[in-house]
């Protein structure tokens, strides 16, 4: 299967984007090769700012941007952005419903080597909990595109959750990606995955396995964490009576606590939620720290099993 | 002549800090020492300086005021309200639930606010991006930032002064509210920002240093300000905190707390 990092397709899309709307520029801190904006800079150098090791005064400054009518894109890695910069992205962008796109790449354990201070497994709860903050996590590179065109097209503040690794592409080219709108990539009635971000193509991968067991599963790609596809999720409850989140992100605060609040109002069934279980990142092979952390497609499936086990008790 | 334009704006400052104190009295809090300090400042911009039209407060070419200390709140109210961005009347409604008139400047509320700030630091940062902004688009507005001496103890501001100098925007006039007080106590004992006029040099700045209450020493420093080609300009402005109102003068508990009525009624008597 082909594997396309997120970031690479951010990094394309960015160009496309900017031969089409000459109002998008670009942010970066110093990692524009990491983040891949360096695309951009070589093809629109006017329109690319390079702000060197300061987060914060990126961030305030594509406020400004916006607030004069640009359309800017800022991007470093998902730990400084959202951590550093938290409270520009706050009281500058999301308080002003100010045009900021914050794109932050190398989100997450698939850091790897770096280790834990460059792996962010909370940045996902803090922009949910911005109000006028839209939230999309891609699955792949097809997904990224989408999600890049279509913050571009919201008026308002959007972060884009990206990856360092290559990942699987699952979606053909006549993907429709409609922000809000959760994608059913599988039918099932026994039980529900809602994943996110990479471990979409791990749900699905643990979806098959459980087949062959004879358990259905459903398995929903929830690319837009905010605003959250409530209906979706609320069906799946009805529908399959059990509900396991996967995140490459911590299970406090993101994909695993937006699913648990909603199906705790409207419609409540057991949440099970496959994440990183309150703790911080360290250095390995990607590979390493997904097996290490229990992000796998062989925890994923052990952990439906004991949730269909348990369903109705 | 110009003697004449000086007393029209010197008043202009005075009534500005009627409003202050009218306005913070209604409220019952509010910050009155930094709006007053930096009063004469914001009237020079808004009624000599800047290129404005209150009846279109959204007109792409227009000048750019970030007040950064946004706790000075009052103060740009005032300025905006007497420069006919909205009834004079609505002033008295600060800090009330529903008001416009936000504890701090919200752009989204109040017509002729150009940023929402209030958390220091984040005001230069903002105004950068709106002078790249005018750059891009090929427009000649420029953009003022009003600073307070406290705040620039946040390092986010180092960083906007960095980039602005990196970027060479000559369209970003920053002034310095150095009124030497805030909330804990004076600036060069909380944490001393000296030497100041050095450490904007340093960053790549034109920097002159003047006295803030002086009408025509604003002017004067505007004027060369904008005639900097390839910097930005910070203009040092000594200030008193309180300035106008004896008994708030250089008083550092009037930062944050707002005037009685009686104590109304003897700062107006002392503006009148």
Redesign the interface.
């Known amino acids: 299967m082909t594997k396309i990092a997120t970031r690479d397709a951010y990094g394309k899309a960015l160009v496309e984007l900017g031969r089409e709307n000459p109002d998008v520029?670009v942010l970066d801190a110093d990692l524009a090769k990491s983040t891949k904006t360096i695309e951009f800079a070589r093809h629109f150098p006017?329109?690319f700012?390079d702000?060197?090791i300061?987060e914060?005064?990126m961030?305030?400054?594509?406020?400004?941007?916006?607030?004069?009518?640009?359309i800017?894109f800022c991007s470093t890695f998902a730990i400084f952005a959202t951590g550093r910069a938290f409270?520009?992205i706050r009281?500058?962008v999301a308080?002003?419903?100010l045009n900021v796109k914050i794109a932050a790449s190398h989100a997450g354990i698939t850091v790897g080597e770096d280790g834990g201070s460059h792996q962010s497994v909370e940045d996902i709860a803090l922009m949910r909990s911005l109000p006028n903050m839209t939230v999309f996590v891609p699955a792949d590179a097809v997904e990224t595109r989408a999600a890049v065109r279509a913050a571009a097209q919201i008026r308002g503040p959007v972060y884009i959750r990206l990856g360092r690794p290559g990942v699987p592409v699952l979606h053909g080219d006549d993907f429709h990606f409609e922000p809000g709108r959760a994608v059913i990539m599988r039918e099932g009635n026994d039980a529900t995955i809602i994943a996110t971000g990479i471990m979409v193509a791990t749900a699905l991968e643990a979806a098959g396995l459980l087949e062959q067991e004879g358990i259905g599963v459903r398995v929903i790609n929830m690319h837009t964490i905010k605003p959250l596809d409530e209906e979706t999720v609320i069906a799946a409850a009805r529908e399959t009576g059990v509900i396991v989140t996967a995140e490459e992100h911590s299970i406090i605060g993101g994909l695993g606590g937006a699913v648990a609040e909603t199906v705790c109002t409207h419609h409540p069934v057991p949440v099970y939620r496959l994440g990183i279980p309150d703790v911080f990142g360290e250095s390995g092979r990607p590979e390493e720290l997904l097996e290490k952390y229990g992000l796998t497609a062989a925890h994923l499936t052990a952990r439906v099993r004991e949730a269909v086990k348990r369903k109705g008790r | 002549m110009e003697g004449e334009k000086i007393k029209r704006l010197e008043e202009r400052a005075r009534e500005i800090r009627r409003h202050i104190i009218r306005m913070t009295g209604a409220a019952g809090s509010g910050h009155p020492g930094g709006s007053l300090s930096g009063a004469d400042i914001v009237t020079a911009l808004y009624f000599a300086v800047m290129r404005l039209d209150p009846q279109n407060p959204r007109w792409p070419d227009r000048d750019r005021f970030v007040l950064s200390k946004g706790h000075a709140a009052p103060l740009l109210y005032a300025a905006l309200a007497e420069r006919g961005f909205f009834p004079v009347e609505e002033l008295l409604t600060l800090r009330r639930l529903g008001s416009p008139l936000q504890g701090h400047p919200d752009m989204k509320k109040l017509p002729g606010v150009e940023f929402s700030t209030g958390s220091l630091g984040q005001g230069l940062s903002a105004a950068n991006g709106m002078a790249l902004a005018a750059r891009l688009d090929g427009r000649d507005y420029r953009v003022y930032v009003l600073l307070g001496d406290g705040e620039i103890q946040e390092g986010m501001v180092w960083e906007a002064a960095m980039a602005a100098a990196h970027y060479r925007l000559d369209n970003v006039t920053a002034f310095l509210d150095f009124n030497g007080l805030q909330i804990d106590g004076p600036v060069s004992k909380v944490m001393s920002v000296e030497p100041v006029a050095e450490k904007w040099r340093a960053f790549g700045w034109d920097v002159q240093v003047i006295d803030g209450h002086n009408m025509e020493e604003i002017l004067r420093a505007v004027e060369r300000a904008r005639a900097v080609r390839g910097q930005p300009q910070m203009i040092v402005a000594r200030t008193v905190k309180g300035k106008g109102i004896s008994f708030m003068e250089n008083m550092v508990e009037w930062h944050g707390v707002a005037p009685k009525p009686e104590e109304v009624e003897r700062a107006l008597a002392e503006l009148a």
Not at chain 1, 59 to 69: D, I, P, Q
């Open positions: 520029v006017e329109r700012f702000m060197g300061a914060q005064n961030v305030g400054t594509a406020a400004g941007l916006a607030a004069a009518g640009k800017p409270e520009i009281n500058s308080y002003s419903r």
